[in-house]
């Protein structure tokens, strides 16, 4: 079954710093990969995907992802934070061709002034 | 475009009560997904449906859980009864199946006490 790690359950930086949310996932076939952001008392937005193609993948508010199938990584970075990136963020996959998504566990990213 | 609806957003019941959770998805979108978040576990697929049909439902945790979606525009997740450790998030998401991105709801969070 397809499995999501994600390294670091919490990740304290402060304002403009870079940052990367560390994934790895269990699958070698086919993935389709996934990060989303996850708001205080709001559901998840989708902030990037990786379908095919490009393995560096560009998403909303400045983030982006690499796709590594070799070490099975699709880690999250931005070079420079701000204050409202505060929130959780988790990394999602799926098998090529099937409905169901696995999600991480979660990280949650604090930035502080 | 209203998203996906989910209501109650919040709900405190007591043990052994009846709780139904229930959801609109996107016009359109003909997947839909139930989703509990909860502090140990993080994210966890209950059941799909697509094209109102229930398709996997190997997530649900016990037969307490019950889920319905009698026609495109509304699902149910009912739990009868209700007990302390089911108090969670509960969200529900749809996406287009020729699509690979789900739509989050804002959750309906579970309290019983």
């Known amino acids: 079954a397809q499995s999501v790690t994600q390294l670091d359950s919490q990740v304290p930086v402060f304002e403009e710093a870079p940052v990367e949310l560390r994934c790895n996932y269990s699958?070698?076939?086919?993935?389709?990969l996934f990060w989303y952001v996850q708001y205080p008392n709001q559901g998840l937005q989708l902030l990037l995907k990786y379908l095919s193609g490009s393995t560096l993948v560009k998403g909303i508010n400045g983030f982006e992802a690499e796709f590594n199938k070799s070490q099975t990584s699709f880690h999250l970075r931005k070079p420079s934070v701000h204050i409202s990136d505060t929130a959780e963020y988790f990394c999602?996959?799926?098998?090529?061709?099937?409905?169901?998504?696995?999600f991480g566990k979660g990280t949650k990213l604090t930035v502080n002034p | 475009d209203a998203g996906v609806i989910q209501s109650p957003r919040h709900e405190v019941t007591e043990m052994g009560q009846e709780v139904t959770l229930r959801c609109k998805p996107i016009s359109g979108h003909n997947s839909l997904f139930w989703y509990r978040q909860t502090m140990m576990r993080g994210l966890e697929l209950l059941i799909y449906f697509n094209n109102n049909v229930p398709i996997d439902d190997s997530g649900m945790p016990e037969d307490r859980f019950s889920a319905k979606m009698p026609n495109a525009s509304f699902s149910t997740l009912k739990i009868q009864p209700s007990e302390p450790r089911d108090s969670a998030v509960y969200f529900c998401?749809?996406?287009?199946?020729?699509?690979?991105?789900?739509?989050f709801g804002a959750g309906s969070r579970l309290t019983v006490l």
């Open positions: 998401a749809s996406r287009n199946s020729g699509a690979n991105v789900l739509t």
């Open positions: 999602a996959v799926s098998q090529g061709g099937s409905e169901k998504l696995v």
């Open positions: 699958s070698s076939v086919s993935v389709y």
